[in-house]
């Protein structure tokens, strides 16, 4: 009867094995020992006869024990004389009996893990396959597997709890440590190796890792260490490290006791240290270096606002005043306890309509920023004017605050007033007075037959003359002033000292006056320049005391790289300014002492001053006067 028939056999007789299935080797006497164990052991043993045909059905189960069908959920009848690939199908059957293949071919004890899917759900097992031999051939295997499902559960928490912990490291910049007190060995996790910089598996002595720490802090980082480790005294401080890169951070340092009965909290541990039973110190680095800067940065905005000269309010959405500070709370009358919990309406004045409000909410809660000159009532009644400009604060979620920021006006506004009075009394007035003293003098000199009297007549004319072009002169600067420039307007400075010397070459045919600029000479200026040089060459012709009278233009390009300037020189061979005159220009006042005789250098300085340049004089050699102007030019020029 072959082997196939005789399996043929058994399936109809009972599928309970009998002692006699027991492995061939086992020593007299012994077959009822190992029946017990086989029977009573907690791990899955499994009995394979092996066929001598090379194929994936050589392998049939012969016996089971009983943990065997407990862990898999499979009856006897599923099992026994069955193939692998006929209780576990295809695929899985082919890779089981490989194994077994393997085992038989190696003619030795061969181990590996399987993932079966039974009634019982998908169980991992760890299988060692040892072959039987009869007669110098395998013909059985005697399988142990061990179900290590809950293990390797546990093995994939835990990997996914330190990826956890890793990636929760990075985020919030924290690392763990651990002091072993019995050991001293000193363990990090890799986020406290990534705030210090260090390189995977870095393992620091204490003294290694304090000196990571600030020279002036590693004193008092020692001293906490010990004073946790010896008294179990938790600590929590901000110190200054750096890291092996080189980096200066700021760290959290905390550290707690660990009693010889487990973990604890702080609390708990120092009572437990007490008795001497700390056996570790655990704690955790936060780097705070961005938190320190953001708070730095806090700290230095709400003392810039708290001492700031402009008047700010803070509000919430609806309006309501949340924080003034102290220049608001000076200008409205109102101090920070009676201002919070009202509305900005507390210094409405009345002097606005509902279209100026209107128009205010409008722009703000479209997100936009409003400006205006506004006139409020102070708490006493008086009435102040403000430039005023209200901005909308928001988040993600929209519009959370509005803040103020108001400059007084007042004194500007009444300066403003005065310089229009005066100003029409120059244009106007003065004018139309000097016009008919000019007539009367005029018609004087005609008639007067004495050549002294028309003498007088004569000077009658042009000190008319001087006052009226003095006032033009001051409408003119006026008029230049109450313009907006454009700080991107950029002008050739050759071009514009060529245009002025063609004018005056005109106006004084008998003056020598030489452009010496070859090159274009971008400036960052407009049109206004010229009325600068203008002045400052009609000043150095209408004071020449020689003839010809003679002027040099000059314009150069100086600097270069981030900083590049435009050069214009105004030289004559005169007199020279007036030192008072000239010192009241340089030092940008006049007093009774130090002032001009006109308002053309001041027009000048003005000016070149407006376009962020400056103006300064010299001496000519070996006489007259130089005027320099030094403007900004593009970054661009060449």
């Known amino acids: 009867m072959t082997s196939r028939e005789r399996r043929e056999n058994e399936r109809d007789d009972d599928t309970t094995a009998d002692p006699a299935d027991a492995p061939a080797e086992s020593p007299p006497g012994h077959s009822d020992e190992y029946e017990t164990i086989f029977r009573t052991v907690d791990d899955a043993v499994f009995l394979v006869e092996v066929d001598g045909a090379d194929s994936s059905d050589t392998f049939r ?202 973990e604890a909290d702080a609390g708990d541990a120092a009572d437990a240290s007490g008795s001497g039973d700390v056996v570790a110190v655990r704690g955790a680095v936060m780097d705070v270096t961005e938190q320190r800067s953001r708070e730095r940065d806090r700290r230095v905005f709400e003392k810039a606002v708290e001492q700031a000269g402009h008047g700010i309010v803070i509000t919430d959405q609806d309006g309501t005043i949340e924080y003034v500070n102290p220049a608001y709370a000076a200008d409205t009358g109102y101090d920070r306890q009676e201002a919070v919990g009202l509305n900005p309406r507390i210094v409405k004045s009345g002097k606005h309509d509902r279209e100026f409000y209107e128009e205010l909410w409008e722009t703000v809660l479209a997100g936009e920023t409003w400006e205006a000159e506004i006139v409020n009532r102070r708490k006493s009644g008086e009435l102040y004017h403000v430039d005023q400009t209200i901005a909308p604060i928001a988040d993600d979620d929209g519009i959370t605050h509005f803040v103020g920021i108001e400059s007084e006006t007042t004194d500007r506004q009444l300066r403003e007033q005065r310089l229009n009075v005066l100003n029409r009394v120059l244009r106007h007035n003065l004018r139309n007075a000097m016009t008919v003293v000019r007539g009367h003098a005029s018609v004087l000199r005609r008639e007067l037959d004495d050549e002294e009297l028309r003498s007088h007549a004569r000077t009658i004319e042009a000190w008319a003359d001087d006052l009226t072009a003095l006032g033009e002169k001051a409408a003119t600067a006026r008029s230049l002033f109450e313009r907006e420039g454009d700080p991107d307007t950029v002008c050739d ?139 900004p030019a593009p970054t661009d020029a060449a």
Not at 113 to 129: D, M, N, Q, V
Not at 152 to 178: I, P, Y
Not at 602 to 624: C, K, M, Q, T, Y
């Open 61 to 262: 189960y012969r016996r089971v024990n009983p943990a065997y069908e407990s862990l898999t959920e499979l009856e006897p009848s599923e099992i026994l004389h069955m193939t692998p690939r006929e209780v576990f199908g295809d695929s899985l059957g082919s890779a089981i009996a490989a194994e077994y293949r393997r085992c038989v071919e190696a003619d030795e004890t061969v181990e590996y893990e399987e993932t079966l899917s039974l009634p019982a759900g998908r169980r991992t097992f760890e299988t060692k396959l040892t072959p039987v031999h009869t007669d110098g051939e395998v013909t059985r295997l005697v399988g142990i597997s061990r179900d290590i499902t809950e293990r390797r559960e546990r093995a994939r928490e835990l990997e996914r709890n330190r990826d956890l912990l890793s990636k929760t490291e990075r985020l919030a910049h924290v690392g763990g440590w651990e002091l072993d007190c019995r050991t001293d060995d000193l363990r990090w996790t890799d986020g406290t190796r990534s705030i210090f910089d260090t390189g995977d598996g870095y393992e620091p002595t204490l003294d290694d890792a304090i000196g990571f720490y600030h020279p002036e802090d590693r004193p008092r980082i020692r001293r906490l260490v010990r004073r946790c480790r010896e008294a179990g005294t938790p600590y929590d401080v901000v110190l200054r490290a750096r890291t092996d890169a080189g980096d200066e951070r700021w760290v959290r340092s905390f550290g707690e006791a660990v009693p010889a009965d487990g």
């Open 493 to 631: 400075a050759r071009e514009t000292l060529s245009t002025v010397a063609s004018e005056f070459a005109e106006r004084y045919p008998d003056a020598e006056i030489t452009l010496e600029a070859h090159d274009p000479v971008p400036a960052k200026a407009d049109d206004r320049l010229a009325v600068a040089v203008r002045e400052l060459v009609d000043n150095a012709l209408a004071h020449h005391d020689r003839s010809p009278p003679a002027v040099t233009l000059e314009a150069t390009s100086v600097g270069g790289g981030a900083t590049n300037w435009a050069e214009i020189t105004v030289a004559d061979t005169g007199p020279g300014i007036p030192e008072s005159e000239r010192a009241a220009i340089e030092a940008g006042e006049e007093t009774q002492v130090t002032h001009g005789s006109g308002i053309g250098l001041w027009l000048a300085r003005w000016v070149v001053a407006g376009f962020g340049g400056e103006l300064s004089i010299e001496d000519n050699d070996p006489r007259g006067t130089v005027v320099r102007l030094r403007l």
